[in-house]
């Protein structure tokens, strides 16, 4: 009786659900996020730069093969590396000057050059390293056939067996003298072909040069996805022991008070909290104190905004808004676009990005850790979300009523 008594249990039915819930949403959420990859990498955009006029077909060529949907050509190199350094394009392809006369002249240290942001989600430099390898590599091996047909065509022109019949008719008493001259011209020409054909495969490669480059290792290019996540997961578990107190203090001196409080324990919790956060991850990865001091100021921002969008839902919940809490985090994850970038996310995660604390402080630790365009818009894109979620707040304290308010007189 007892046993099937605990098994019916709301604790048993709860944890069931529980399990099933974050199950559910969890599996729901990232196989959905991340089936984009690896086959949306080919909607990021990415840039050839021709400065080469004898290189037009090469440059068609490569448009053709490259496995891209938006390849730009319009751009001059300046113009390529700002949007490059900003996001917009995510690879360059440089034809230099002179590449189709130097490969003609056989000149060394041809080189075709693929610009890469290593400031960006692993997936997307990956993928573009990848790229660049495979392309380079198979112009590189077209350009030393099309050589080596050359010159193999030029040493036939020779003609060697030809001519040395011809000459041993006309004088057949001179055979042995014509057949030892044949045979050791045959050896020159040999070696004179082989390192002509060495040095037609030598005259072009491929150069991979990479802007805003990180240090080696995960802990540094997962860097602004662990520390934006780390701050958003503390804020929502935060928001809910904070409504506690809350939750306390109004029975005593009225919600309006009682909010102002909680409100004012928010912009403590941001500026208090990070600098340990941040120092931890200072010590491990060894960046400088401006740094340490400037990623203070962007996750006091996010804590601020992360801690206030989470009380929405607690103040209409109660404990129960991890119910809602949860799972945006969960979207998060995706939508912070610490993974996948932002352009290729699918249509929801991308909506949820503008909505999310993580993905306006992602960006701005990439900026501030490895090189990208200002943070002052993303900075200011998080307080106004604060700020919004303030509001929000504002509107349900006042439409919510509470019981037992006032300061309880003893009993006679």
């Not at 099933?20 to 955009?45: A, C, D, N, Q, R």
């Not at 003609?159 to 057949?179: C, D, V, Y």
């Not at 919600?255 to 403590?268: D, Q, T, V």
Request: hydrophobic fraction near 45%.
């Amino acid at each position: 009786m007892n046993v099937r008594k605990f098994l019916i249990s709301k604790g048993t039915i709860g944890a069931l659900f529980m399990i099933l819930f974050y199950g559910l949403v969890m599996v729901g959420t990232y196989f959905s996020g991340y089936k984009v990859i690896p086959h949306k990498v080919k909607e990021l955009p990415v840039a050839i730069v021709n400065q080469d006029t004898q290189s037009q077909n090469l440059k068609k060529q490569l448009k053709k093969d490259l496995p891209f949907h938006h390849v730009r050509t319009q751009y001059t190199l300046t113009q390529a590396q700002k949007k490059l350094k900003n996001r917009e394009i995510y690879m360059i392809i440089q034809i230099p000057k002179n590449f189709h006369s130097k490969i003609v002249k056989q000149e060394q240290n041809t080189n075709l050059k693929f610009w890469i942001n290593e400031s960006n989600p692993t997936t997307a430099v990956t993928a573009m390293e990848n790229t660049a390898k495979l392309i380079g590599s198979s112009i590189k091996n077209k350009i030393t056939l099309a050589s080596g047909q050359a010159i193999f065509t030029k040493s036939q022109l020779l003609t060697l067996q030809k001519q040395a019949e011809q000459e041993i008719k006309s004088n057949p008493a001179a055979a042995k003298t014509i057949q030892a001259k044949v045979q050791q011209q045959g050896k020159d020409i040999a070696k004179t072909s082989a390192a002509l054909y060495k040095k037609a495969g030598n005259t072009v490669n491929y150069k991979i040069k990479k802007v805003n480059r990180i240090p080696s290792g995960m802990n540094h290019s997962m860097a602004p996805f662990f520390l934006s996540l780390a701050f958003y997961i503390g804020s929502m578990i935060g928001a809910m022991i904070l409504y506690m107190t809350y939750n306390d203090f109004v029975k005593i001196i009225g919600k309006w008070k009682s909010y102002a409080l909680a409100e004012l324990s928010i912009i403590l919790l941001a500026v208090i909290a990070p600098p340990l956060i941040i120092g931890l991850a200072k010590h491990l990865n060894g960046f400088d104190n401006q740094t340490f001091f400037h990623l203070w100021m962007i996750h006091s921002t996010e804590l601020f905004a992360a801690l206030n969008v989470n009380f929405i839902f607690t103040l209409i919940l109660g404990q129960l808004g991890i119910l809602i809490n949860m799972p945006f985090m969960l979207i998060q994850v995706v939508s912070g676009a610490g993974l996948i970038p932002e352009m290729i996310l699918p249509q929801f995660f991308k909506m949820m990005s503008k909505f999310s604390p993580c993905f306006y402080t992602i960006q701005a630790d990439f900026n501030l850790l490895y090189g990208g365009p200002g943070n002052h818009h993303l900075l200011f894109a998080l307080i106004l979300l604060g700020l919004a979620a303030i509001v929000v707040h504002l509107i349900i304290v006042g439409c919510k009523t509470y019981k037992n308010f006032g300061i309880k007189q003893p009993a006679d």
